[in-house]
T-cell receptor, first 114, second 112 residues
Framework: DGGITQSPKYLFRKEGQNVTLSCEQNLNHDAMYWYRQDPGQGLRLIYYSQIVNDFQKGDIAEGYSVSREKKESFPLTVTSAQKNPTAFYLC?????????????FGPGTRLTVL | GEDVEQSLFLSVREGDSSVINCTYTDSSSTYLYWYKQEPGAGLQLLTYIFSNMDMKQDQRLTVLLNKKDKHLSLRIADTQTGDSAIYFCAENEAGGYNKLIFGAGTRLAVHP
């Protein structure tokens, strides 16, 4: 089955530690995205990548970093510089240039920083 | 800047119709989307509508688009308890890549 997987589903970390969230897709999509979701708010874009070895900052990139070494993988690192990292993180992918520009989402990772 | 607004909560009785409303600001959006999020899960694309359409129907779902007023609605006929979720409206931002602007989501509660 094709899809997007995110692991782990729940993640706990101590304040001051970096943590990396995994996102893998086997949809053969070129574009991938990371969003952050906070209660009562819409999704906010952290980083996106339209192609391997290239990525761009979104609206709230400070305190986060990404890499895109493989088409199917787009890991997100939440660094200690991120002031309020506790949130639900969603990864998505799409086919750039597809007429509907539809984004497909993974199941999410809930990060809690203690 | 672009903004998408939705009411935060809607409560309906099982079997009734639900109407979730959304307003957006980017008149150059090509597509508008409705996503559904069940508790603790990712977003599932429900439907989308092209900006030159007024209406789109897909089984129990009807999307209405008033481009003049920048108003989008999602009607769910015969609402069931399984429809309880958060519904997000999103527009694609005109530009060089596919950036979606999401509303805050409408929590739909279906009661017997």
């Amino acid at each position: 089955d094709g899809g997007i997987t995110q692991s782990p589903k729940y993640l706990f970390r101590k304040e001051g530690q970096n943590v990396t969230l995994s996102c893998e897709q086997n949809l053969n999509h070129d574009a991938m995205y990371w969003y952050r979701q906070d209660p009562g708010q819409g999704l906010r874009l952290i980083y996106y990548s339209q192609i391997v070895n290239d990525f761009q900052k979104g609206d709230i990139a400070e305190g986060y970093s990404v890499s895109r070494e493989k088409k199917e993988s787009f890991p997100l690192t939440v660094t200690s510089a991120q002031k309020n990292p506790t949130a639900f993180y969603l990864c998505a992918s799409s086919i750039p240039g597809e007429i509907t520009d539809t984004q497909y989402f993974g199941p999410g990772t809930r990060l809690t920083v203690l | 800047g672009e903004d998408v607004e939705q009411s935060l909560f809607l409560s309906v009785r099982e079997g009734d119709s639900s109407v979730i409303n959304c307003t957006y600001t980017d008149s150059s959006s090509t597509y508008l989307y409705w996503y559904k999020q069940e508790p603790g899960a990712g977003l599932q694309l429900l439907t989308y509508i092209f900006s030159n359409m007024d209406m789109k129907q897909d089984q129990r779902l009807t999307v209405l688009l008033n481009k003049k007023d920048k108003h989008l609605s999602l009607r769910i006929a015969d609402t069931q308890t399984g429809d309880s979720a958060i519904y997000f409206c999103a527009e694609n931002e005109a530009g060089g890549y596919n950036k979606l602007i999401f509303g805050a989501g409408t929590r739909l509660a279906v009661h017997p």
